[in-house]
């Protein structure tokens, strides 16, 4: 577009809406020498103000109106004539006209009034947010005669400054309903916000904020920890999840928390913000303790009880064979057949104590320094089950098994006892086949262990894992009832799951998750 600029007409507003670039524009129309000559000066000064998005008016010392560009009747919405030799205070809501005096007094001090936010009234008589700069202007002498004033509209940034406070305020006010502590962190991981949780919690002035503030209150041995934890998250921008002690000074003990924060990122990815929680876990903390002394103390008496009946139960044994091998002929039929189920009684007796070492020795949850192979695992797994294979003609497959870290004997127990149980509960009408496999998902390996044997009502699905639960009789099939209770065990030492899928008749699927 080309702007007219012979004749000395100042361009109309209609050739240059949408054109930001309409001094450069005016600029192209000029030879150099142009430049010069003042009247040519004038005329693209002229252009340039009236190209502005913002109004810019100049007025005399009295408030009186004596230009008005382009910009300004939009913003306004006054055409030049309607306004120029008219008060500046047709602009201004009669409780600001205060506003005007004081700045022509500044004025006539020289002064200039920068970025002053405030409200004016168009011509339909609605209210604008604008950001007003007035600069004198100055004769030849430097007397002031005038000002110039340029209004930007800041409607839109005012709208926006309201959302966001508004926004702000719902959050603090979900934030202060929350029974957590909720903070939030800057990208580098500088604290600027605690809700009203942790002021209450810690007694600090509700200003007082950054790292020094919840350093203070951390137990000694968790601080290295933490802070290490904390400035690995800022860098990766990983989650940062810890568990540490804060002092509570109204109990005068230390309390365990759980602390969380999550990164926020804008369109780019960029992290803006962290969200963090301090969630208490005391009770549940000290329960959990409760519960392991409670455990072990049970482990250890599982094992001395195992461990001591093991010697009562061998004399039984021996000398119930020495009676019946000795003495058997002397006994008549009643009797031997009571020798018969003293020598059951203690076979089974010995079976079940044999279970529970297996089931209180189950080593701790300290992860193993090598990775298990379960594809040996499970070859070695078949290895003592030949026996049992072999006399029911069992078909038993596997997927390619993974390396994982996990106890060697931890997965040799699950696969014998998963697949001793498939051999054992077999349907009488099929040749027993049993798939083992196992498939990546995220951080586990999730195991499966299929078979076509009788199955499992839903009811009983939980209750199998239990210690001592069995669906059948002794008659009918033999064993402890410990098996799958051991197989839990194990699993839940990873912080992972066991649980089965049957259909009675056709066949059961035991699944289990052990970390990858
Ligand atoms: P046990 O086999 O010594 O009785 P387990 O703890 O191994 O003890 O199993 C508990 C019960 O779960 C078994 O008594 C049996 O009723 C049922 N069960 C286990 N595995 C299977 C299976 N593959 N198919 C059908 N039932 C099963």
């Known amino acids: 577009m080309s702007i007219p600029l012979q004749g000395g007409t100042v361009p109309r507003e209609s050739e240059f809406l949408g054109e930001p670039s309409i001094a450069m ?7 150099a020498t142009d430049w010069e000559r003042p009247e040519r000066a004038e005329l693209l000064l002229s252009a340039i103000v009236d190209s502005s998005d913002d109004a810019i008016v100049s007025k005399d010392l009295n408030g009186i109106i004596t230009s008005w560009n382009l910009g300004a009747e939009r913003l306004f919405g006054y055409e030049a004539r309607e306004v120029i030799g008219r008060p500046v205070t047709i602009l201004i809501p009669p409780e600001r006209w205060s506003e005007e005096t004081e700045i022509l007094s500044q004025l006539r001090r020289g002064n200039r009034v920068d970025h002053f936010e405030t409200i004016r009234r168009r011509k339909d008589g609605t209210l604008l947010d604008i950001s007003l700069t007035v600069s004198p202007i100055k004769d030849s002498t430097g007397h002031v005669i005038g000002a110039s004033k340029i209004a930007r509209n800041i409607t839109e940034r005012k709208r926006t400054e ?9 959050f603090r006010q979900l934030a202060d309903s929350m029974p957590q502590i909720v903070w939030t962190a800057t990208p580098d991981g500088y604290v600027d916000y605690y809700n009203e949780r942790w002021f209450e919690f810690t007694g600090f002035p509700r200003d007082s904020f950054g790292d020094e503030r919840w350093v203070d209150l951390l137990h000694p041995q968790d601080l290295d920890a933490a802070r290490d934890q904390w400035s690995e998250s800022i860098h990766s921008g990983n989650p940062f999840n810890i568990e540490v002690r804060f002092w509570d000074r109204r109990a005068s003990r230390w309390r365990w928390f759980i602390s969380r924060a999550l990164p926020g990122r804008d369109s780019a990815g960029r992290i803006t913000k962290w969200f963090g929680s301090c969630t208490d876990i005391d009770d549940q903390k000290h329960a959990q303790e409760e519960l392991r002394r409670a455990n072990d103390d049970l482990e250890q008496f599982g094992y001395s009880a195992s461990h001591d009946l093991q010697e009562p139960l061998r004399s039984i044994k021996i ?26 009684g203690a076979t089974r007796m010995e079976m079940l104590v044999r279970d529970l070492l297996t089931y209180t020795q189950i080593p701790g949850s300290e992860r193993p320094t090598q990775p298990t192979d379960a594809q040996s695992a499970f070859d070695l797994t078949l290895e003592s089950l030949a026996g049992s294979i072999a006399e029911t003609g069992a078909v038993v497959t596997s997927s390619a ?16 006892n998963l697949i001793q ?20 998902e995220r951080e586990q390996w999730h195991f499966t262990v299929t078979d076509n044997g009788i199955g499992i009502h839903s009811m009983y699905k939980e209750k199998i894992f239990g210690l001592f639960k069995r669906l059948h009789s002794e008659h009918d099939y033999s064993g402890t009832g410990i098996g799958l209770a051991i197989c839990q065990r194990i699993v839940s030492r990873y912080q992972c799951r066991i649980w089965v899928e049957s259909e009675p008749g056709k066949g059961s699927v035991f699944h289990f998750t052990l970390p990858a």
Do not use: C, W
Not at 25 to 31: A, C, G, H, K, R
């Open 421 to 440: 149980n498939a051999i054992k509960y077999r349907s009488p009408d099929r040749v027993p086949a049993i798939a083992v496999e196992a498939v990546r």
């Open 162 to 170: 309201a959302a966001l406070i508004a926004s702000e305020t719902r």
């Open 401 to 416: 098994l993974p390396m994982l870290p996990v106890h060697n004997v931890h997965l040799h127990q699950l696969f014998q």
């Open 25 to 31: 524009d005016v600029l192209t129309e000029f030879d």
């Open 319 to 344: 000398y119930s064979q020495l009676l019946s091998e000795r003495y058997g002929s002397h006994l008549d039929g009643d009797a031997l057949q009571f020798l018969g189920f003293l020598q059951q």
